[in-house]
């Protein structure tokens, strides 16, 4: 017992007291809850209430549907500021707040948690899991996490160097700590949210990029101990396979491809949804590393990648597959959200799961058994002509070329990420965030297996900071330009009911209510609602800079509210942004007839299009291939971007350009998440690199 429990014995017996008298009242389960004393029931419960937002998708189906509606139409013009808490951060922000008992449980990047007075706004406590910020250049897609999960007085978060830690839900203590990785010398991530059901807390993994193997694992919500893992991909054929999974999936690689060595991929980097009555645990897996087809071998699907899966909860044995990407050739993840309906089809009541993934069709499954019902694409695609009615794809040439440049729609992107979709019963519509990114993919001819990627493969986006895709990309430039759209889709008839061009891609997930509006946050920095049905924009504020992850909404003393947490970033607005601020993260909530005063937008400083910095145009070529393996991905195209969550090279000071021995030697920006590459470049390879850096801003000036 701490000191403080013992002082505060006297008091708490009193307390003690008066509950036991409340219990008698009110029956003894209600009064025992504490306000972080989350459970399956109580999340059960509260799907249909929507007073709180106890779990990442609000509730096990992952339906992102609030039964609240107090705010409507009527009103909805009237939301004005409740509060605003500043997170203290530079780089994207996807998190899903948990809100439960009057606390607000939100993570900004790094994975530091915040614990806030949902009714002021004031902080109770943060919790920083100080990872090395040297881990920032092995997490593909910015050092971003997407939220924590409450229960029985815990609160769980991941972090980017794949640790699960639990907390004291009250004080933020550190409770207990795991080290996921099953394997610590790959290059393993968590940036997603824990999932709780049944006392276990089940989290997956990112590195697909990185030659990882993905997996899922449980463990005990209490103790931490490990209750099972299940993998993706198969391991090595020479010794004894985890599971039977392993074994039926082994026989859908090229064991001349050494896949095993190569990772596999289909990393659990996202949501989950759960049916506690078939108690079944659902998620989508990530691509199959490396990402080129013909350089994994010429036969086979990859099982389990690109996939949906089902395990069953308390033992993490495999229940059923099924893949919507069989051997994907372009990063087509389908680990977008699952949302777990019932729903009528042909005048038969179905337990379905909906699902919008990468690759631009939209599914309704049997979630019961896995068998596949029905998909049309809700968005442009060219890599299959159809989905045959066994739900197999029908290629098109397409998305299967392996060795000329191909047009990848939708490509690493994807036609919808991880940004959330809802699903409304009232409506009958799933709401997605869509997009369209164009990139140019093509097999790196000079990729040779797990380990020739650690060199940095020419021209191959990070090769040099530990990117194994064995693909380049924009070898040649896109086709067409970049756009996003709010699309509401309706998943009976397979249809879109309406859609509203956005512009800009990369925008925020979607929240619908019951007071018949969708919500949603967008690139170009504003949080907008529209009316369910028919998709009109009934209101909107700028919040700053543009917003990437999902608004939640919750009810405290009879009032509605409405938050979002902004801060720009992840993988496309790592070096893109659409909006002219660059301000810290922030969460904004908003209630009808809020008069708080929104904070100071920041204006992106940008130096004047680098000038002056001397070169020997000769050197272009070969900066541009280390600048691509080694810089791009972060920096973007000097002068060509304009700079996302981190700058652009092309309008920052002369002098950084001049002196970059200073900038990329002895780590002095580690902290920001700057890599170290002391010792990689020799001083010749420097220059190079400079000539690059002010050779695009020289082709591209005025003259
Ligand atoms: C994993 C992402 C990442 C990669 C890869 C990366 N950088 Fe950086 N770099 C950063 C961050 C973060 C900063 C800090 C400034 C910021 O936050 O915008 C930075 C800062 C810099 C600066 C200082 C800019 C200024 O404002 O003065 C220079 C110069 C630079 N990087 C050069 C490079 C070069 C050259 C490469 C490739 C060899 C490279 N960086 C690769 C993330 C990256």
């Not at 999960?149 to 009250?170: N, P, Q, R, S």
């Not at 010794?239 to 596999?264: C, I, L, M, R």
């Not at 690109?306 to 033992?315: C, F, N, P, Y």
């Not at 140019?440 to 194994?468: C, F, H, I, K, S």
Request: aromatic share 10%; proline share 7%; glycine share 12%.
């Amino acid at each position: 017992m701490t000191k403080t429990a013992k002082t505060r014995a006297p008091r708490s017996w009193a307390r003690a007291a008066a509950f036991i008298g409340m219990a008698l009242a009110t029956g003894f389960a209600a009064a025992a809850r504490g306000p972080a004393d989350v459970d399956d029931a109580r999340i059960a419960d509260n799907a249909r209430t929507g007073t709180q937002w106890p779990s990442n998708g609000l509730d096990y189906a992952g339906t992102r549907f609030s039964r609240l509606a107090r705010i409507n139409g009527g009103n909805v013009g009237k939301l004005g500021l409740a509060w605003s808490y500043d997170l203290g951060s530079s780089r994207g922000v996807e998190a899903t707040p948990i809100v439960v008992g009057g606390v607000m449980y939100v993570t900004g990047p790094w994975a530091v948690v915040h614990a806030i007075d949902a009714r002021s706004g004031k902080a109770l406590w943060t919790f920083d899991p100080k990872t090395p910020r040297t881990v920032g250049w092995k997490a593909c897609c910015d050092v971003v996490n997407r939220g924590v999960a409450v229960y029985k007085g815990k609160v769980y978060v991941g972090t980017l160097d794949a640790h699960l830690i639990a907390l004291d839900a009250a004080t933020g203590a550190r409770l207990w700590e795991v080290d996921t990785r099953s394997d610590a010398a790959r290059d393993v991530t968590i940036t997603s949210a824990p999932y709780v059901v049944h006392d276990k807390v089940i989290i997956g993994n990112g590195g697909g990029e990185y030659g990882t193997r993905g997996y899922v694992t449980a463990y005990d919500a209490q103790s931490g101990a490990q209750a099972w893992r299940w993998f993706v991909t198969p391991g090595d054929p020479s010794k004894p396979f985890e599971d039977e999974s392993q074994a039926v999936a082994a026989q859908t690689w090229d064991p001349a491809s050494k896949y095993w060595a190569n990772g596999g991929g289909g990393n659990v980097w996202n949501t989950m949804a759960i049916d506690p009555e078939l108690n079944l645990v659902y998620f989508g897996t990530g691509q199959p590393g490396p990402w080129s087809r013909s350089k994994r071998g010429t036969f086979g699907d990859a099982l389990y990648t690109s996939s949906i899966v089902a395990l069953h909860v308390d033992t993490g044995k495999y229940a059923w597959h099924y893949q919507e990407s069989p051997s994907d050739a372009s990063d087509l993840d389908s680990t977008m959200d699952l949302i777990l309906a019932d729903v009528k089809l042909d005048g038969q009541k179905r337990k379905v799961i909906l699902h919008a993934p990468k690759n631009g069709f939209f599914y309704v499954l049997d979630r019961r058994t896995g068998q596949f019902i029905s998909a049309r694409n809700y968005t442009e695609q060219t890599w299959a002509a159809a989905i045959d009615p066994n739900g197999r794809p029908i290629l098109s040439r397409d998305g299967v070329s392996p060795d000329k440049p191909f047009d990848a729609i939708p490509g690493p992107f994807g036609g919808h990420n991880w940004q959330a979709m809802s699903y409304s019963p009232s409506t009958g519509l799933a709401y997605i965030p869509t997009q369209h990114v164009p990139l140019e993919l093509v097999a790196d001819e000079n990729w040779g297996g797990q380990d020739t990627y650690r060199n940095g493969g020419p021209m191959q986006p990070n090769g040099g900071n530990g990117w194994n895709t064995a693909m380049q990309v924009n070898p040649v430039p896109p086709k067409s330009k970049a756009h996003g759209e709010l699309v509401a889709w309706d998943p009976v008839r397979q249809k879109e009911s309406w859609k509203v061009d956005l512009g800009a891609p990369w925008n925020g997930g979607t929240l619908v209510t019951a007071g018949g509006l969708v919500f949603q946050g967008t690139a170009d920095g504003y949080l907008k609602a529209y009316d369910a049905t028919s998709g009109r924009k009934l209101w909107d504020v700028a919040v700053g800079g543009g917003v990437i992850a999902p608004p939640v909404t919750y009810e405290l003393d009879g009032k509605q509210y409405v938050s979002v947490a902004v801060g720009w970033g992840g993988v496309y607005g790592l070096s893109t942004r659409h909006t002219e601020y660059r301000d810290p993260g922030r969460v904004f909530t908003f209630v009808v007839g809020g008069h708080a005063t929104m904070p100071e937008f920041k204006p992106y400083a940008l130096e004047p299009l680098l000038s002056g910095v001397k070169y020997d145009p000769k050197d272009v070529p070969d900066g541009t291939a280390l600048y691509v393996s080694n810089c791009v991905f972060c920096h973007g195209v000097p002068g060509v971007d304009k700079g996302g969550a981190i700058v652009n090279l092309g309008y920052v000071k002369r002098e950084a350009i001049e002196h970059l021995d200073q900038s990329i030697f002895n780590g002095p920006m580690v902290d920001r998440g700057m890599p170290d590459f002391t010792g990689k470049f020799t001083p010749e390879q420097v220059e190079k690199l400079k000539a690059f850096i002010q050779g695009v801003p020289d082709s591209i000036r005025p003259k």
